[in-house]
């Protein structure tokens, strides 16, 4: 279980005071396809960076499990995150590695022989349907295969949670069918939490179980996702479901 | 004409001269890039959101590279002669333009082993944070290899700026092709040789570009 409470990060600069997120409280149950939805510059980015320890909270915390990742730091950060994966918005792959060399990297740091990393890199990337593509680089891949990669990478080290952020919205609209579904296939197989940042309504409706709508650094809602989808409460909501004009 | 030319090359051992400038540059950049690298992977990593920020040692480099880059060369060749004079035994010669040489060329390494990284995709480098690569294995596996193509044309940069440099050297008795240049060129007026020279310099220029540059189109998957 993931427990957010009282999270808020302000950033601070010679003339810029940003209050990026606001006394956030979410508990995000383990083995749900949790959406977290708002517009852009809402703070779904810096929710998720300060997730996986990329960002230190102004206030609050953050329990995953009965330690509170906000305050981990060095070996005990790392060995937190050997647990989540992340997709991050823009990929962020290896440019000068190919696909192969690319999932490699996570085994390879943590020591797992090579028979194992074999097996577990062939594994996912039929899983996320790469075949073929192994010694490919990045370059050279479509926006829909280079998201593939970032999900497989995310992957190959068996997280427990899976983060990722804004994972369609570079994608057209089949692409972003075809993604959609392989998260549903990986929730399926590994039973893991899935957490999904997006702006992208039909992202929340196709694969989330709940979800939270943030607008301006704060929570404005949150529940199951058909409960919110009948009956939005706030104005953001309405906005996002197309219900109301700007 | 040719035969002229000819002349000249045995003349003055054309032959020896370009050798001795390609040792004194080869091993230069080697040196330069041994330290320059180094230096220019700290400055970075201890900058501001760098990976082990240290205001304190950043701004200590930051000063010495900015120092070593407004020295003009010429000044630091012959400041440098005691020095090198102290731990090679000689301040003249291939053997003796090495310190200098190298030297003169680590601020510049540092600078653009600074920018090479400072070029790489930040969110990359926390995609591999994420992962669970330790600051070690971000310079070694991330750093290095995202930014070796990078380095690979900076090589060639150094190497031509040291060319230049080695052939400054020969005022104060460097070897190589600035020797050929002072004695003939400047002190026996001998147009034909100085023209010679000029030309294989800028061939050799040339070559070095052609080849790293083939080189990191090879290498860059980008
Ligand atoms: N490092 C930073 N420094 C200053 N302001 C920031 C920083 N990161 C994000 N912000 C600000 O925080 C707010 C939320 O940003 P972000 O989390 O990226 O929004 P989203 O991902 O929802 O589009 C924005 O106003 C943004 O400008
Ligand atoms: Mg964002």
Redesign the interface.
């Known amino acids: 279980m993931i427990e957010i409470s009282h999270l808020s990060k302000n950033f601070e600069t010679k003339d810029l005071y940003v209050e990026a997120l606001k006394d956030i409280n979410l508990t995000i149950n383990d083995g749900s396809i949790f959406g977290i939805i708002g517009l852009s510059g809402a703070g779904k980015s810096t929710l998720l960076r300060t997730l ?1 320890g ?1 960002e230190k909270p102004s206030d609050g915390s953050i329990y995953i499990d009965d330690v509170d990742i906000t305050k981990l730091k060095g ?1 005990n950060l ?1 060995k937190y ?2 647990n ?1 994966g ?1 997709v ?1 918005q ?1 990929y ?7 696909v192969w060399n690319n999932l490699d ?2 085994l390879r ?2 020591k797992i022989d090579k028979e194992e990393r074999k097996n577990k890199i062939q594994e996912i990337i039929k899983l996320v349907g790469l075949e073929g593509k192994e010694k490919a ?3 050279n891949l479509s926006g829909g295969q280079k998201q593939r990669v970032a999900i497989a ?1 995310a992957l190959v ?1 068996n997280p427990k949670i899976l983060l990722l952020d804004e994972p369609t919205s570079a994608l057209d609209s089949i692409t972003t069918k075809q993604i959609l579904k392989l998260l549903k296939d990986i929730h399926e197989l590994y039973h893991i939490t899935v957490l999904i940042i997006t702006h992208e309504i039909s992202v929340v409706s196709s694969i989330c179980h709940q979800v939270a709508v943030i607008n301006d650094g704060e929570i404005v809602e949150k529940g199951e996702v058909l409960d919110i989808f009948n009956n939005p409460q706030c104005d953001v909501t309405k906005l996002l479901l197309g219900k109301e004009e700007i | 004409m040719f035969k002229q030319i000819i002349e000249v090359w045995n003349n003055v051992q054309m032959f020896n001269g370009i050798w001795e400038t390609v040792v004194m540059v080869f091993v230069s950049t080697f040196l330069s890039f041994l330290i320059g690298l180094p230096i220019g992977i700290l400055t970075v990593c201890t900058d501001k959101g760098g990976l082990f920020p240290c205001k304190v040692v950043n701004k200590i480099l930051g000063f010495i590279i900015n120092l070593g880059r407004a020295i003009p060369f010429i000044i630091l060749l012959v400041a440098l002669i005691p020095f090198t004079r102290l731990i090679i035994g000689t301040s003249i010669g291939v053997r003796g333009m090495i310190v200098p040489l190298t030297i003169g060329a680590i601020p510049f390494v540092a600078r653009l082993t600074e920018n090479t990284f400072r070029e790489i ?1 930040k ?2 480098i ?9 600051n070690f ?1 971000i310079i070694l ?2 750093y290095l ?2 930014g ?2 990078s380095l690979i044309r900076g090589i060639s940069l150094t190497a031509i700026m040291l060319v230049g440099y080695s052939a400054m050297s020969g005022s104060v008795g460097g070897g190589g092709l600035g020797n050929i240049a002072i004695q003939y060129g400047y002190y026996l007026f001998d147009r034909t040789t100085m023209l010679i020279v000029v030309v294989v310099i800028i061939l050799l220029v040339g070559i070095i570009q052609v080849i790293f540059e083939i080189l990191a189109r090879l ?4």
């Open positions: 996986v990329l070996s790392r995150r050997s989540i992340v991050f823009g962020n792959l290896l440019m000068q590695r190919n990297i996570p740091v943590r680089y990045p370059a990478r080290i | 995709d969110g990359v926390e995609a591999s944070q994420c992962l669970g690569l330790n294995q596996k991330v290899v995202e070796f193509p290498i860059d998957k980008k």
